[in-house]
Nanobody, 131 residues
Framework: QVQLVESGGGSVQAGGSLRLSCAAS????????MGWFRQAPGKEREGVAV????????YYADSVKGRFTISEDNSKNTVYLQMNSLKPEDTAIYYC????????????????????????WGQGTLVTVSA
């Protein structure tokens, strides 16, 4: 059974930090990409960051570049999103997603609406940043 299990959301004041984790099981982790989307109230879901697992190439949305860092621990089949200098506009539900097919993950994460092609999703974790 394929599963993506997220953890690490919560509430923080602006300028603070949080780290999200996404643990994968049930598929060949090393031949995939994994990352996060987020959806704020009343807004469309958007790609935040993605990493090609095993290779390490990464993509970040412009809105989080320089503040967020995505990384992986292959021994744990886990990807992390370190979020620093958080802003109120980062408030959203963050969803872990993964892809094992030979898709252009950077393109999927970058283009709004392309997330509909993804089949592997976590349950979502709420991040709230107060001013």
């Amino acid at each position: 059974q394929v599963q993506l299990v997220e953890s690490g959301g919560g509430s923080v004041q602006a300028g603070g930090s949080l780290r999200l984790s996404c643990a994968a099981s049930g598929y060949t982790y090393s031949t995939s990409c994994m990352g996060w989307f987020r959806q704020a109230p009343g807004k469309e879901r958007e790609g935040v960051a993605v990493i090609y697992t095993g290779g390490g190439d990464t993509y970040y949305a412009d809105s989080v570049k320089g503040r967020f860092t995505i990384s992986e621990d292959n021994s744990k089949n886990t990807v992390y999103l370190q979020m620093n200098s958080l802003k109120p506009e980062d408030t959203a539900i963050y969803y872990c997603a993964a892809e094992t097919r030979p898709f252009d993950c950077f393109a999927i994460w970058e283009k709004r609406g392309s997330d509909r092609y993804l089949e592997l999703w976590g349950q979502g974790t709420l991040v709230t940043v107060s001013a």
